[in-house]
């Protein structure tokens, strides 16, 4: 029997059991679109974290309290009196700016609608430049207002696009907490990385956030603006030892603090976005393996209920490759089909966003999961192909 005849009986085959044989492609459709679906939310989720920090400019660190090195004794929190120590510092040229920053959550109320931003920030106005903050609408808050402690914000676009919908947020009064805040700004839309959404936030002045939420305490974290990407390293080196100068610490290696950079932050981002990645392809494999233990399931009906069929042909005179192939095809015709139809889909699907995430489709994943499918159908199917070559003509005419 030559290969065309094999692929029509196969066909056949099928189009004999069309809902089964609809139903084993469902899984196998399942579990390539599945494959290539998590690879490109993992993928995308990667992107998008990886353009979130390079948004924040390749010439920002982040100061954060960490313990101390090799000691009981607890970290020496990090305080507006650094930040200050560190912006006015004469003998540090490489730090051009310096904002210390404090976050608290709360719920908003603009006359009747609620809603609870991703965070309130409170902040100096050197905020805005350090961080790549753009103003889309309104201003920002001024030096001014920070040393009046007024009650005004800035607010990310997430957070405008809920609160007022489609009315113009500057000029208008929200209240956080019992506190009344003006909107003065509306920031210009970044882009959500999926799991964090920097457009959903409230920045104000720092001692307004202290007064009204977190208390006249440490900082969470202070971000420092190098003068040029080039200083970031004499930037980080200048921090280091102003603040072991604030904070007593005469030995390096016991420092209470942590310094980043966006490169720094970039690789431990990645490498973790990876990890998540891995596993979700792991999970997208197990329900391959799914499908192709169904492809042997309904293989193995198959050949019980043409046993009869496989005795007269071997009666007749068919060598054993010809049922091996005939079975070997009608599987492999299961998986093609599902594999194609799963590709199809998972391209489809890339199209849309998933948990906040713009999928990216890794192209090797596609070609991949189809392989491994086919694979699968092969490896699968061949269990049942060899037990229907191996019957014994007269067993199988007996079998009832």
Same mark, same amino acid.
């Given at each position: 029997m030559?290969?065309?005849q094999m692929?029509r009986?196969?066909?056949?085959g099928l189009?004999?059991? =069309?809902?089964?044989s609809?139903?084993?492609m469902?899984?196998?459709l399942i579990g390539v679109?599945s494959?290539?679906?998590?690879l490109?939310?993992g993928?995308g ?10 948004s ?5 660190l982040?100061?954060?309290?960490s313990?101390l090195r090799?000691?009981a004794?607890?970290a020496?929190?990090?305080t /507006?009196?650094?930040a #200050? ?7 540090a040229?490489?730090?051009k700016s310096?904002?210390p920053v ?5 719920t908003?109320l603009?006359g009747n609608?609620?809603y609870?931003?991703?965070s %309130?920030?409170?902040?100096y106005p050197a905020y805005?430049e350090t961080? +790549?903050q #753009?103003?889309?609408r309104?201003?920002y808050f001024?030096n001014d207002?920070?040393? +009046?402690?007024? #009650? ?8 405008a ?10 000029g208008?009064?929200?209240t956080?907490?019992?506190t009344p805040?003006t /909107?003065v700004? /509306?920031l210009?839309? =970044?882009?959500?990385?999926g799991?964090?959404?920097p457009?959903?936030? &409230? ?5 307004? &956030?202290? +007064?009204?939420?977190t ?6 974290? %202070? ?9 970031t ?5 200048? %921090?280091?030892?102003i603040?072991?100068?604030?904070h007593g610490i ?5 420092v ?6 966006q490169a ?5 981002r990645?490498s973790t976005?990876?990890?998540?990645t ?5 999970v997208?494999a197990i329900?391959l393996l ?6 042997? +399931?309904i293989?193995?009906v198959?050949?019980t209920?043409r046993?009869?069929?496989i005795?007269?042909r #071997?009666?007749l005179?068919?060598?054993r490759?010809?049922?091996l192939g005939q079975?070997?095809a009608?599987?492999t ?6 594999a194609g139809?799963g ?5 489809i ?8 995430i =713009?999928p990216? %489709?890794?192209?090797?994943s596609?070609?991949?999961a189809?392989?491994i499918?086919?694979?699968?159908g092969l490896f699968?199917?061949?269990y049942?192909?060899n ?14």
């Open positions: 030559i290969a065309w692929v009986f196969a066909v056949a189009v004999a059991n =069309k809902v089964r609809a139903l084993t469902l899984g196998v679109a494959v290539i679906l998590l490109a939310v993928n989720s990667s992107a998008a974290v990886k353009a979130s920090i390079t924040l400019g390749t010439n920002s982040t100061v954060s309290s313990n090799g000691s004794t607890a020496k929190k990090l /507006v009196e650094d #200050k120590a560190l912006g006015t510092a004469t003998d040229p490489s730090i310096v904002a404090v976050s608290t959550t709360g908003a603009y609608i609620s609870q931003p991703g %309130i920030v409170g902040t805005f961080a +790549n #753009k103003i889309a309104g201003d001024s207002d920070v040393l +009046n402690s007024r #009650k005004v914000a800035v607010i990310g676009s997430t957070t696009e809920q609160l007022f919908a489609n009315e113009d947020p500057v208008k009064r929200i956080i907490g019992g805040f /909107v700004g /509306v210009r839309t =970044k882009g959500s990385s799991f964090n959404d457009d959903d936030v &409230v920045i104000a002045p720092l001692p307004t &956030v202290q +007064n009204a939420f208390g006249f305490g440490s900082v969470s974290q %202070i971000l420092v603006q190098a003068t040029s990407a080039e200083t390293t004499d930037a980080q080196a200048d %921090i280091t030892r603040l072991m100068g604030t005469k030995d390096a290696t016991k209470d603090f942590r310094i980043s950079n720094s932050l970039l690789t431990a990645e976005t990876q990890t998540f891995v596993l979700l392809g792991a997208a329900s799914v499908g192709g233990i169904g492809i042997t +399931n293989m193995l198959t050949v209920e046993t009869k069929e005795g007269i #071997k009666a005179g068919a060598p490759g010809v049922i079975f070997l009608e599987s015709l299961l998986s093609v089909i599902g139809l590709v199809l889909a998972g391209l699907g890339s199209h849309f966003s998933i948990v906040g =713009k990216v %489709i890794i192209p090797e596609v070609l991949g189809f392989a499918a086919v694979a699968i699968f199917g061949s049942p192909a037990r229907a070559a191996s019957l014994r003509p007269i067993e199988a005419l007996r079998h009832e």
